[in-house]
């Protein structure tokens, strides 16, 4: 049963256009998320979280909503540059310490 | 060092020999985590130490995987009688103690192949 989804396993976007990328989520335990990027032959990177307080966190080019009451988060990308190029992750955490809940990936690629 | 150190970077192995697999953590960080991502597959949890607590084996798939962590800080994930859906990328990840997530650093996976 998976607990976080990432319905679009790839989206393809023009340089300069937004990016959006979605997530879902079952279990209403999870307080905190987070979104990683990882490059091929790479760990993933952390990129933005946000809390569950919260309902929009932003940074640079990056912004992060989440809607509670649908249990869906998103990251926006704007504007998308040629090395967003990326495998992104969304995950999520029910509390400090424990273990993260992945989703399965989103693969982004921008073309110039 | 600098960052999570895996090693090897990448493995392969016939179906039925042991592997394992080492994680350097980054230097005082308490917890450590092993993932493993499947070819088009997300990250999925394996275990997970947090200082001197008992780890958390939750995500092992199966008795043929086990981990130790030695003195806090080199962990070790030991495949045993390696079958053909063990193969996948591991990764690693440290992090201080209590945080959520956004403290997370990982390593850069070790790739095994069974055959």
């Known amino acids: 049963d998976q607990q976080v989804k990432q319905n679009s396993p790839s989206l393809s976007v023009q340089e300069g256009r937004i990016s959006i990328l979605n997530c879902d989520y079952t279990?209403?335990?999870?307080?905190?998320f987070l979104w990683y990027k990882k490059y091929p032959a790479e760990g993933p990177t952390f990129l933005i979280s946000?809390?569950?307080?919260?309902d929009k966190n932003e940074d640079g080019r990056f912004t992060v909503f989440l809607n509670k009451s649908a249990k869906h988060l998103s990251l926006h990308i704007v504007p998308s540059q040629p090395g967003d190029s990326a495998v992104y992750f969304c995950?999520?955490?029910?509390?400090?310490?424990?273990?993260?809940?992945f989703g399965g990936g989103t693969r982004l690629m921008v073309k110039p | 060092g600098a960052g999570v150190s895996q090693s090897p970077s990448n493995k392969v192995t016939e179906k039925g020999k042991d592997v394992e697999l080492r994680c350097d953590p980054i230097?005082?960080?308490?917890?450590l985590y092993w993932y493993r991502q499947s070819l088009g597959q997300g990250l999925e949890f394996l275990i997970y130490?947090?200082?001197?607590?008992?780890?958390?084996k939750s995500g092992l798939p199966s008795d043929r995987f086990s981990a130790e962590r030695t003195g806090g800080s080199v962990s070790t994930l030991t495949i045993q009688r390696t079958q053909q859906e063990d193969s996948a990328v591991y990764l690693c990840?440290?992090?201080?103690?209590?945080?959520?997530?956004?403290?997370?650093?990982f390593g850069s996976g070790t790739r095994l192949t069974v055959v």
């Open positions: 990840a440290s992090s201080p103690a209590y945080t959520y997530g956004d403290g997370y650093t």
């Open positions: 279990n209403s335990m999870f307080d905190y």
């Open positions: 946000i809390s569950s307080i919260k």
């Open positions: 230097s005082g960080h308490t917890a």
């Open positions: 995950a999520a955490s029910g509390n400090a310490g424990n273990m993260l809940t």
């Open positions: 130490f947090q200082g001197n607590s008992a780890p958390d």
